[in-house]
């Protein structure tokens, strides 16, 4: 096993120093003021369900934006919410003539439906105007110059789809530390990865295609057996059928913030319900990733039950894990810096352990695929 933990430690290494090279590699987006181009016509589409508490805010964000209120539309799709949240919306539409709702509820008469969300933005897009599709999430706050920069990129960039970054807006409490570290880890692999080509990876909280594309593509015919996926398994679709066309737009004024789950057992719903989707990646070179960051987060995990008969492997345990937590820290540091969150890095040897015994656990029970989502028991 400990030959085994040591040749997992050589491919973790490499996996994470190419992360590295191509992060550092990728430019800001820097948008060209000078040359004109058609302005694009925006669909904003926002999945809801019972969020009260955050609606309003995330569309008023947006409505303050500087993009021309002429050149896009917004459509809350309402997930059979238990408070408020249609009721906002409502509100809200009546005082801005582009701001619409939609209720999941009048449209669906299959109850063994699992992916809701995707059938929510399937809906919205039949009823769209726009020529481009932007998702975010209910919980969001989104940048003054979002659709500003989505606009300049996709009118220099031939794409169909447009990835860009999201971070999480922490408190001080070690659980919302932990996640944003995690999360903003994440994102920058995210960010390297589909900046070189590599992977098909991003997050719906901001992410946008072109919707003729969607449709070329069947929407997500094919992956609408899987509740969770309406972002990367749809990314994977589209790369297959348009290669080289997937863009990362790499800007601090494109960076959506939203909010990490509000306690441990709702966050590992949350990334058991991300895991769940694994088994349905076509992308070789992700699948491969997720294989030996798993087994060698196991490795670590299950090593120390070896301190029973080997007293010794405890001080290899930790020399591991303190290699482990510098070659991250290789990656993670430019990255803390692009969103500003360099002050979090005081908390990433500490959390270590945590990390391991989180991404074993989360692993085993998104294969599993059973989880519970905002009142939703999925399998």
């Known amino acids: 096993m400990i030959y085994c933990t040591l040749f997992l430690a050589l491919l973790y290494t490499g996996i994470i120093l190419a992360y590295r090279y191509w992060f550092m590699r990728l430019p800001v987006y820097v948008p060209k003021e000078d040359v004109l181009t058609p302005p694009v016509f925006f669909t904003v589409i926002i999945p809801a369900r019972n969020e009260e508490q955050h609606i309003a805010a995330c569309l008023q964000s947006i409505l303050n934006g500087t993009y021309s209120k002429d050149q896009y539309e917004i459509w809350v799709v309402d997930d059979h919410s238990a408070d408020r949240t249609p009721f906002i919306v409502e509100e809200i539409a009546q005082q801005y003539h582009h701001v619409h709702l939609l209720k999941l509820a009048d449209h669906i008469a299959d109850p063994a439906l699992v992916a809701y969300k995707k059938k929510a933005i399937e809906l919205a897009v039949a009823k769209s105007k726009g020529d481009w599709i932007v998702t975010t999430d209910a919980d969001c706050r989104l940048p003054n110059e979002w659709l500003s920069l989505f606009n300049n990129y996709i009118g220099q960039h031939d794409v169909v789809m447009v ?106 719903n949350q990334r058991v319900r991300w895991a769940s989707k694994s088994s349905q990646y076509k992308d070789v070179s992700i699948l491969a990733v997720l294989v030996v960051v798993y087994l060698w987060n196991l490795s670590l995990f299950m090593l120390p039950l070896l301190g029973c008969w080997y007293p010794g492997i405890w001080l290899f345990v930790m020399l591991l894990i303190g290699y482990k937590a510098l070659i991250e820290f290789s990656f993670v540091i430019p990255v803390a810096r692009f969103f500003k969150k360099i ?34 028991k999925v399998k």
């Open 163 to 268: 990835a860009a970054p999201v971070i999480f807006q922490e408190n001080e409490s070690v659980n919302s530390i932990f996640q944003t570290i995690d999360f903003m880890t994440l994102q920058g692999i995210t960010a390297a990865a589909v900046g070189a080509g590599v992977h098909a990876m991003c997050n719906g909280a901001n992410l946008a295609y072109e919707k003729k594309a969607f449709m070329e593509v069947n929407g997500f015919a094919g992956i609408d057996h899987k509740a969770s996926g309406d972002d990367m398994l749809l990314m994977s679709k589209l790369k297959e059928k348009f290669p080289g066309k997937i863009g990362f737009l790499f800007h601090p004024n494109v960076v959506v913030t939203t909010y990490p789950m509000p306690g441990w057992k709702a966050f590992i």
């Open 343 to 376: 002050d979090l890095l005081n908390w990433f040897v500490v959390l270590q352990p945590l990390h391991i015994t989180y991404m074993v656990i989360a692993g085993w029970l998104g294969n599993m695929s059973r989880y519970t989502w905002k009142g939703r």
